[in-house]
């Protein structure tokens, strides 16, 4: 049996205002039950952050933020720090999406924010992915090898377990192409091998992304090296997360 727990998570991207998010969470939770099943986690936007803590304490779903700033204070408008998602009651944090980096988030910042979303007990969900003409090039091997060496350079080795990768090529990203189990397993087996080059692979949760549905997830987590999902348009509606959530 796998060390590793497979972990659903959906990302709500710039969607629901508070009230929207709460009766969101009530639904969620009388649909999954408390069946013993993958880890969930939700990632509202920082308006909401709170009000998803709450409604989901005690329940073992877990809200996550979609991203934030590496230091712990000061002069950055417009961005949170890991001390305020804690405050908030989330337990996680996406950083590194590729709608984060086409506006302007670097390597580096990736890597010192999984380092300070450490520091401050979240789980990091780091998401690495090449774009098309990167694939088309025959490059995306040495793309997700950089970008994983990168927000891993600062990890230590015996925290494989705390965070997950999620692999998400761009052009899979809310496109309806999600890619097919052999491409994400082949993409995913490469992150998890050059993440072993720090962490214990064996631990280290691999997840996949881009345009996931209910009907694709369970050919998707048959794959040996994907250990979850992180959903973005399908996490909108609860039922269809739920049913996600089911087939994994
Ligand atoms: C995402 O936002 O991380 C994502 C994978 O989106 P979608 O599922 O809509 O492709």
Known sequence: MSARRPLIAGNWKMNKTGAEA??????????????EGPEVA???????????????????????????????????????????????????????????????????????????????????????????????????????SGQVRAALAAVRPDEGARLAIAYEPIWAIGTGQTATPEIAQEACAHVRAVAGERLDPAVTRVLYGGSVTPENTAGLMAQSDIDGALVGGASLDPESFARIVGAA
């Open 22 to 35: 709460r009766s969101y969470c009530e639904r969620l939770l009388q649909l999954l039950g408390d069946g």
């Open 42 to 144: 939700v990632c509202p936007p920082f308006t909401a952050l709170e009000i998803v803590a709450v409604a989901l304490a005690g329940s073992g779903v877990w809200a996550a933020a979609q991203t934030m700033h590496e230091a712990p204070s000061g002069p950055h408008t417009g961005e949170i720090s890991a001390l305020m998602i804690v405050a908030a009651g989330a337990r996680g944090v996406v950083i590194g999406h590729s709608e984060r980096r086409a506006a302007g988030e670097t390597d580096a910042q990736v890597g010192a924010r999984a380092r300070a979303a450490l520091d401050h007990d979240l789980t990091p969900i780091v998401c690495v992915g090449e774009s098309l003409d990167h694939r088309q090039a025959g490059e995306t091997f040495s793309w997700l």
